[in-house]
């Protein structure tokens, strides 16, 4: 090549191929692991998404059950059996979203956009545990859930009551 000479066309085919394996190819795997990582950021952000629309859905039963008042801290009074049976199948329902959340979006080691998708969580179990009827029925609610959520969903409620008091399952 240097001394003047043409380049034949297999030299030529030999060159590129080397070019293409020094060069292409680190980049075709840069661009491979790139797209992977936004296509798992995808995955997660629509995960998401389905977590926030079903909260959304559970909003809009505990509209329809206003006489439940399930948004209030305070419990309601002189419930009717009939109240109580459908505030804990609500409660219920709330519970297994909970789980589902914690076990899709929690991790010990998070990384930003994780931790605020998380924050979220924490602050609607935050709210609800605040609630004494829904606190109240932690013990039968926890029943079979994962021991994990558990233990998480415990010192939540323990740090928003201020109770030292282990709720028991």
């Not at 930003?112 to 009827?133: F, G, K, V």
Request: charged share 30%; aromatic share 12%.
């Amino acid at each position: 090549l240097c001394e003047g000479r043409r380049v034949t066309t297999a030299e030529f085919f030999e060159l590129a191929s080397y070019v293409v394996t020094v060069i292409g190819l680190p980049c075709a795997i840069g661009i491979f692991f790139y797209e992977q990582r936004k296509e798992r950021e995808n995955e997660e952000e629509e995960q998401y998404q389905h977590l926030s629309d079903a909260y959304n859905d559970f909003l809009k039963i505990v509209l329809k059950n206003a006489d439940l008042q399930l948004r209030s801290t305070q419990a309601l009074p002189n419930a009717t059996p009939e109240q109580r049976e459908r505030m804990l199948v609500i409660f219920d329902m709330l519970i297994s979203l909970f789980e589902r959340a914690y076990l899709v979006a929690y991790k010990d080691d998070m990384d930003a956009t994780e931790r605020r998708r998380w924050n979220s969580w924490d602050d609607y179990m935050r709210e609800w545990c605040r609630r004494d009827e829904f606190f109240n029925a932690l013990p039968l609610l926890l029943r079979g859930e994962d021991p994990a959520f558990q233990s998480y969903i415990k010192r939540v409620a323990q740090e928003e009551r201020g109770s030292t008091s282990i709720l028991s399952v």
